[in-house]
């Protein structure tokens, strides 16, 4: 009887046992399974949502967004591959109120008018939100292109998703790539934009002249100077 006692005991503690690790195995099968979901549902997530940089484009990299269509004075849309030159693309955040980019904007559409003529591609891009200042709305944007003789692309950037996939935060903000598509110079125009006759560091000017004559920039980053862009809220 004791054999027999001792037998039965030992037949119901494996049960359990087994039944207890089965539940274990169980519970873990299961949690890998949720993870995979959330993990494939992060993924969708983060296809969907726009880029955006933690700081800006660092050197060397290729333009982000590059094929986004936005729309021009002219009212066609266009993207920076679109205006690419065949040596080089020059970039500029800016926009009508700030009174930093009225400063450089003369500066800008000069420097930018003799590159266009001998072969760098240049858009100037207004990514700021027009509900925040109404002088940043198309209309002026058409106004300023026209009495300031642009002749170069001047774009509406509707959703702000350009220049936060560039890092853009100020206007005026330049990027300049090479023929081969490399960030070569990123930041400011010059180093007064107040006094335009007493400029002593024309950093823009000089990055344009060096890729145009195939050379490497030897300045290529400085702090870019001006008004905070007023990013659009996302959708």
Request: proline share 4%; aromatic share 6%.
């Amino acid at each position: 009887m004791q054999l027999g006692s001792i037998a039965a005991g030992v037949v119901m503690t494996a049960a359990i046992l087994g039944a207890g690790v089965a539940a274990a195995q169980g519970s873990q099968d299961a949690k890998p399974a949720a993870q995979v979901e959330t993990a494939a549902q992060g993924s969708q997530d983060s296809k969907l949502a726009a880029p955006e940089a933690a700081g800006p484009l660092a050197l060397g990299l290729a333009a982000p967004l590059a094929d986004t269509k936005m729309k021009n004075v002219d009212g066609k849309e266009l993207s920076i591959s679109d205006t690419r030159g065949a040596r080089g693309t020059l970039v500029v955040f800016t926009c009508n109120a700030c009174p930093w980019a009225k400063a450089w904007h003369s500066r800008v559409v000069s420097i930018g008018n003799r590159a266009a003529k001998r072969g760098i591609g240049v858009i100037a891009i207004n990514s700021n939100d027009p509900h925040v200042v109404a002088e940043d709305d198309y209309a002026p944007m058409q106004q300023n292109a026209r009495k300031s003789k642009m002749a170069f692309p001047y774009v509406v950037d509707a959703s702000s998703d350009v220049a936060r996939a560039f890092g853009a935060t100020r206007t005026p903000e330049v990027f300049l790539f090479d023929r081969e598509g490399h960030l070569v110079y990123h930041g400011a125009i010059d180093d007064n934009a107040k006094q335009a006759g007493q400029v002593k560091a024309r950093y823009l000017e000089e990055a344009v002249n060096a890729v145009l004559d195939g050379k490497a920039v030897a300045l290529q980053e400085t702090k870019a100077l001006g008004c905070s862009i007023k990013f659009r809220s996302k959708a």
